[in-house]
């Protein structure tokens, strides 16, 4: 199999490590990290397949080799879908994890969502790469769960500390090894699914 490497979009180093990881296992495939002089990109995308590609085509465009990206929503039942899109920046720009994690709580408070079955959530990412050539492809990833009543486990990042999913007896994806989060996560799903796709179906 011919040997592709890739390098990494994401600025966010907890997002770039769990991918890395994610992708070790895929034989013939190698990353690059982001160069460190590439400016942040403005994620002004509608839509997470919108946001993975800019993403994707800007690295693409300054180094000139094939860029991976992606873009990941949490959607909650009860806010209607939201924070969605707009996640990373739920409690405003440059928001920190604990202050997305403080907003979704009160948000939720606010509604009255206060039973497992008000506080459905789902969790959807997108991968996509992005060739020199102008062409793209992508995959979907997503997880269906609950929202914790309150933040559970030290590990993951964002808003793993509030998200059960199911089929976990309510431990929350910061209550799981890497292993554990990776083999059912959003990111796992979609970053599987993708370098399927780029290894003619030899990815694992």
């Known amino acids: 199999m011919t040997e ?17 990881a994610i992708l070790a296992a895929v034989p013939g495939l190698t990353l690059v990290p982001r160069p460190h002089d590439v400016p942040d990109v403005d994620e002004t995308g509608v839509t997470l397949e919108d946001n993975a590609r800019l993403k994707a085509r800007a690295l693409c465009e300054a180094t ?5 990206a992606d873009d990941t929503g949490l ?13 990373a920046r739920f409690a405003g720009e440059k928001a920190t994890y604990a202050a997305n994690v403080a907003k979704l709580l009160v948000e939720l408070d606010r509604v009255g969502a206060t039973t497992p079955a008000d ?21 979907e990833g997503a997880v269906t769960g609950v929202i914790t009543p309150e933040a559970r486990g030290e590990a993951g ?10 089929g976990f007896d309510g431990r929350t994806f910061a209550q799981m090894t890497g292993d554990e989060k990776h083999a059912v996560s959003h990111r796992g799903r979609a970053f599987r699914a993708l ?9 694992p």
């Open 157 to 166: 990042f964002g808003y793993d500390p509030l998200f059960a999913p199911d």
């Open 4 to 20: 592709r490497t890739f390098v990494l979009a994401s600025a966010n180093p907890d997002k770039a490590a769990e991918i890395a």
């Open 119 to 139: 506080r459905r959530a789902r969790f959807r990412s997108v991968a996509l790469v992005a060739f020199p050539d102008g062409s793209d492809v992508w995959e």
């Open 75 to 87: 959607e909650v039942d009860a806010l209607d879908g939201a924070p969605g899109v707009y996640s």
């Open 64 to 68: 000139g080799m094939a860029a991976v």
């Open 195 to 203: 370098a399927d796709r780029l290894t003619g179906g030899s990815a």
